[in-house]
């Protein structure tokens, strides 16, 4: 496969690190601008070191991330400042900037940016500015897509559609940033052959590189209370490492695999517990490549039209957001400068 290691490795001549930045971003379906509870999988505290400590301002965050980084590996070439938890483009626009040029510019090693956002978080006003900061650096954008099918997003109580996603995409494209699908594996009630339909799109919209995860349920989620009841089941291992490959097949040979599997701290995580053997679970995909004499694009086919000529359309940024990000005063719960 194509991966994220090999893809920095070219482009920055060397180990290149992310740093998880955690800037106290909400979401929309938290704070009922679409929905309210958020995402029935997430507890940001599972996956955001920083989510379980009084949060510090992004520029110690990032220092003290490069420190643990240089202390666990002796050849660094940079670090990528990574907004991580909840939606980091839902605030507005003036402090969006202001905080991604402070991660930008505080140390001399941090050579490139990435966004963790939604699809519906994206107006015009967001997209120019992060086209503005990608003249000068290397920024990504990531996607919680999840899944095409709008039944399972339903079911995670996302409050987007896949339709949002192809909006998103379709005026992200182009703009000198990287698009990232983040896709979750397992979802209940979706069938295999709905999994390899998302696989589909990731060609069609023409993302430049793709995360996947698998379902996994943490304590104190909805989802969590479900797994544990009984009511839903976390796919097996073996069968996701044939899921993993089959997509991973069915894929642009180019998109750039940024993660193959998800997990969460032991503490957290309810099921599945082979998720916590990161290692031995990519050689098994690895493995499964081997076995099978193919590799990542190679069952790919392309689309009719090309993802370059998608027409641009018009923003279909939901208005209650868009007042959010566009039509309110600064925040003063962002973790900024002090």
Request: aromatic residues 6%.
């Amino acid at each position: 496969m194509n991966s994220f290691g090999a893809s920095l490795r070219r482009r920055f001549g060397g180990r290149v690190q992310r740093v998880s930045v955690d800037a106290g971003f909400t979401c929309p379906n938290v704070d009922g601008a679409v929905a309210k509870g958020g995402c029935n999988f997430c507890d940001n505290r599972s996956f955001s070191p920083s989510r379980r400590v009084r949060l510090k301002q992004v520029r110690e965050q990032l220092a003290s991330g490069i420190k643990t980084v240089r202390h666990r590996y002796s050849k660094v070439r940079g670090f990528i400042a990574y907004f991580q938890p909840a939606t980091n483009t839902y605030a507005p626009v003036d402090q969006l900037q202001e905080l991604f040029e402070i991660a930008l510019n505080c140390d001399p090693e941090i050579v490139g940016l990435a966004i963790g956002t939604r699809p519906d978080c994206v107006p015009e006003s967001v997209l120019e500015m992060i086209q503005s900061l990608a003249l000068n650096h290397d920024v990504s954008v990531e996607f919680g897509m999840q899944t095409i099918h709008d039944a399972g997003l339903d079911w995670m109580n996302r409050a987007h559609n896949h339709d949002h996603m192809v909006n998103a995409i379709d005026r992200s494209r182009g703009r000198g940033f990287e698009c990232c699908a983040h896709v979750i594996l397992g979802i209940p009630g979706e069938t295999h052959a709905m999994m390899m339909q998302t696989a589909s799109e990731i060609g069609r919209l023409g993302f430049d590189a793709i995360k996947l995860h698998n379902l996994y349920a943490v304590h104190g989620t909805p989802l969590g209370e479900q797994v544990l009841a009984g009511e839903v089941q976390m796919m097996e291992r073996d069968v996701y490492v044939q899921t993993v490959v089959d997509f991973l097949e069915r894929i642009p040979p180019e998109t750039i695999v940024e993660r193959i599997s998800g997990d969460a701290p032991p503490d957290f995580l309810i099921e599945p517990k082979w998720c916590l053997e990161k290692s031995k679970l990519r050689l098994a995909i690895e493995g499964e490549f081997r076995r099978r004499g193919s590799r990542q694009g190679s069952h790919y086919v392309a689309p009719d039209v090309s993802p370059s000529t998608r027409p641009r359309p018009a923003d279909n940024t939901p208005e209650s957001i868009r007042q959010s990000i566009d039509g309110r005063g600064r925040l003063p719960v962002l973790k900024m400068e002090s």
